[in-house]
């Protein structure tokens, strides 16, 4: 399996918090995504990294930012959680964009009070 | 990108052959056929990708018509490990593509004893 973890891996918290994800990988790819899933939704993307310091965004990216500092870690903060918010968020990175296998993580399961 | 079609469940049961067909009426040259796999409570993880005609792996196969306007996947003698929701996606190729991809609510298929 690809080395990437994701933390923590279950977060309760209220509403109107900050919220911050961590994906971490070992393989020096380029490229890191966050999505998000949703029963009835499938995964949707949130926001995208194709290097450090370099992000983009998906197609659910209101009231999510993204930072990536360095190649290994990709983070994930929502300024202000709202019960919406609550998902099971996944971590996925590739080495190149084309037709290059996304690998995920083991996920992380968010719930706002 | 190039929208998909998939049934959302499908049921069989361990040793039959299954075929999950995907139409993908505007795809696009470009573009190439990818399924994924994902289990309860992990990440998707990539099976196969295809262009044209017939692509096989230790997992499945893709069929893929000359018109590339749907394929399908086929998993040879199911077992219960086999019950997965599978997606499948359309994923451009150049220098254009992010690597963004969609994923859709997949098809979950249940394997009965």
């Given at each position: 399996?690809?080395?990437?973890?994701?933390?923590?891996?279950?977060?309760?918290?209220?509403?109107?918090?900050?919220?911050?994800?961590?994906?971490?990988?070992?393989?020096?790819?380029?490229?890191?995504?966050?999505?998000?899933?949703?029963?009835?939704?499938?995964?949707?993307?949130?926001?995208?990294?194709?290097?450090?310091?370099?992000?983009?965004?998906?197609?659910?990216?209101?009231?999510?930012?993204?930072?990536?500092?360095?190649?290994?870690?990709?983070?994930?903060?929502?300024?202000?959680?709202?019960?919406?918010?609550?998902?099971?968020?996944?971590?996925?990175?590739?080495?190149?964009?084309?037709?290059?296998?996304?690998?995920?993580?083991?996920?992380?399961?968010?719930?706002?009070? | 990108?190039?929208?998909t079609t998939q049934?959302?469940?499908?049921d069989s049961y361990?040793?039959?052959?299954?075929?999950?067909?995907?139409?993908?009426?505007?795809?696009?040259?470009?573009?190439?056929?990818?399924?994924?796999?994902?289990?309860?409570?992990?990440?998707?993880?990539?099976?196969?990708?295809?262009?044209?005609t017939k692509v096989?792996?230790?997992?499945?196969?893709?069929?893929?018509?000359?018109?590339?306007?749907?394929?399908?996947?086929?998993?040879?003698?199911?077992?219960?490990?086999?019950?997965?929701?599978?997606?499948?996606?359309?994923?451009?190729?150049?220098?254009?593509?992010?690597?963004?991809?969609?994923?859709?609510?997949?098809?979950?298929?249940?394997?009965?004893?």
């Open positions: 399996d690809a080395g990437i973890t994701q933390s923590p891996r279950h977060k309760v918290t209220e509403t109107g918090t900050p919220v911050t994800l961590r994906c971490h990988q070992t393989e020096n790819h380029r490229y890191m995504y966050w999505y998000r899933q949703d029963p009835g939704h499938g995964l949707r993307l949130i926001h995208y990294s194709y290097g450090v310091k370099d992000t983009d965004k998906g197609e659910v990216s209101d009231g999510y930012s993204v930072s990536r500092s360095k190649t290994e870690d990709f983070l994930l903060t929502l300024e202000s959680a709202t019960s919406s918010q609550t998902s099971v968020y996944f971590c996925a990175i590739s080495a190149g964009p084309s037709t290059d296998t996304q690998y995920f993580g083991p996920g992380t399961r968010l719930t706002v009070l | 990108l190039a929208k049934p959302i469940s499908m361990e040793g039959q052959e299954v075929n999950i067909t995907c139409s993908h009426n505007n795809i696009a040259t470009n573009d190439y056929i990818t399924w994924y796999q994902q289990f309860p409570s992990q990440g998707p993880r990539f099976i196969i990708q295809g262009y044209k096989t792996n230790e997992v499945a196969s893709l069929f893929i018509p000359a018109d590339r306007k749907s394929s399908t996947l086929s998993l040879p003698r199911v077992s219960l490990s086999d019950t997965a929701v599978y997606y499948c996606l359309v994923v451009p190729v150049g220098s254009g593509n992010t690597g963004k991809l969609i994923f859709g609510q997949g098809t979950t298929l249940q394997v009965k004893p």
